[in-house]
């Protein structure tokens, strides 16, 4: 199949013999190809997201092609719209020029000329769009507050959420399995938003007794109860103005959840043992290793706090399932390690890596992170094998034999690229690629120099 055939092109003309020798002429040129009579029917299908070039004449019924260019541009200004002009009226075609037009073309026009000048088009309107997704992605990247490193598509879905919802007060809902990172996506939240300057106040309502966890969150007053032997403010009233992590929230009893219902509706607490009532500006961020929905089905958890808990949901991908990132992260932590225990242990080597990238990790980043402080307090030479700092049984790999020879070319681009700070030349000197090939590969992974530089 021709390269260009997922390219898409409108074209708009009102006489019908044209749009069917010029459809006919760019389908055979591999481009997907919607014709119309009339440019209103084009407008109808036009977004700022379309990745297309539209190829229109000037002189039509109703909206002519110097009004659909106007129109076009105020819904995409980069949006390359050629123009065809007929009966010598070149002077309006460069009119058009001046007011944003791609290019014109006169009739009658050669078929070689038509496809040449949409082909550079859609060439410009691609780099176009990659400049604009690249754009978006450094913005959501570059926010401040921890860094939630991985380039797989999981990882880019849960940045940019974060970067939609950061800045608003909606409480949100962090599902993810024991390892995968709740705490750093809940810190990524109030690091992103407005809330940054105030507390962002942690607990873990599986670790704290039963008995205690009311006065834990809400606080309460002298002689409120035996041993309360002076006020103590709760978690709530601390994370006033900032942001409240609830971890394991699962784990919370049912009497307290009533009590946090009550919190979350109102924005007030009162502590243990007193009457005032205090107002409060927070967020509240509750994670969960559970289905809380299936929890409430079965009477371990209250559906109408599940529902007001999950005004937004995010899903954290386990590491099984973004394998690809297993590379970039285990450098990550080696590096941090390193620094940590004052130690320089020998990066790990393509074999090493693509062998911990056919692990199942149950414990999720965690395990990884703890493998990567075992590599540099125990690792002596590049020779170190990777067995010892792993718990898992590396004989039985998790992925088919293709899916381990995908991760380990890919795991080995990433390396190099990190290594030469996303030189493009000195990677391929290194894996000695040419750079078409080297190109091919880090399009076909999502790989792009500038994350590594």
């Known amino acids: 199949m ?27 040129a591999g481009y997907q190809v919607q014709a119309f009579s009339r440019a209103e029917q084009a407008l109808q299908q036009l977004t700022d997201e379309w990745s297309g070039a539209v190829i229109s004449d000037i002189r039509m019924p109703g909206i002519d ?24 009226d070149v002077s309006m075609a460069v009119e058009a020029m001046r007011a944003g037009a791609y290019d014109f073309i006169e009739k009658p026009f050669a078929v070689e000329d038509l496809v040449d000048t949409v082909r550079r088009a859609l060439e410009k309107r691609t780099l176009t769009m990659e400049n604009r997704q690249l754009k978006n992605e450094l913005a959501v990247q570059s926010m401040p507050g921890p860094r939630i ?75 409120a109860f035996t041993d309360a032997h002076a006020r103590r403010i709760g978690k709530f009233e601390y994370a006033n103005g900032g942001t409240l992590f609830l971890d394991e929230i699962e784990s919370m009893p049912l009497q307290v959840q009533v009590h946090l219902l009550r919190v979350l509706q109102e924005r007030a607490i009162e502590r ?11 967020r509240v961020v509750a994670a969960t290793k559970v289905d809380l ?8 958890f209250r559906e109408d706090l ?22 970039l992260l285990f450098q990550h932590f080696v590096l941090v390690a390193g620094a940590r225990y004052q130690r320089e242990p020998p990066p790990p080597n393509a074999r090493q890596l693509n062998r911990l990238m056919v692990l199942d990790w149950p414990g999720n980043v965690r395990e990884l992170r703890n493998a990567a402080e075992r590599y540099v307090l125990l690792g002596e030479s590049c020779n170190y094998d990777m067995e010892q700092i792993v718990d898992g049984d590396i004989d039985h790999p998790a992925m088919t034999l293709p899916e381990q020879v995908e991760c380990f070319e890919r795991g080995l681009i990433e390396q190099e690229l990190k290594a030469h700070n996303g030189s493009i030349k000195d990677t391929m000197a290194a894996l000695g690629l040419p750079r078409k090939t080297l190109y091919d590969k880090m399009k076909k992974y999502g790989l792009d120099r500038v994350d590594y530089k």
Do not use: W
């Not at 243990?272 to 927070?282: A, M, T």
């Not at 808990?309 to 590379?327: G, K």
């Open 306 to 327: 599940y529902y007001r808990l999950s005004v937004v949901m995010i899903d954290i991908p386990p590491l099984r399932n973004r394998r690809e990132d297993i590379p």
């Open 272 to 282: 243990l043992g007193s009457n005032e009532v205090i107002p409060l500006d927070l």
């Open 2 to 28: 021709n390269a260009n055939s997922s390219a898409a092109v409108m074209l708009i003309d009102d006489e019908e013999h044209i749009r069917v020798a010029a459809t006919q002429a760019l389908e055979l």
């Open 149 to 223: 490193i991985g380039t797989t598509a999981g990882v880019h879905r849960l940045r940019t959420t974060i970067g939609q919802i950061a800045d608003t007060d909606a409480d949100v809902l962090v599902n993810g399995e024991t390892g995968t990172g709740k705490e750093l996506v809940a810190r990524a939240l109030h690091e992103s938003s407005r809330r940054r300057d105030h507390n962002f106040v942690a607990v873990n309502c599986g670790a704290v007794p039963d008995n205690l966890i009311e006065s834990e969150l809400f606080g309460h007053e002298q002689g």
């Open 65 to 88: 092609g110097m009004q659909f260019l106007q129109r076009a541009r105020s819904i995409d200004s980069d949006l390359p719209v050629i123009l065809v002009t007929g009966h010598g």
């Open 293 to 300: 929905r299936e929890a409430a089905t079965r009477g371990e």
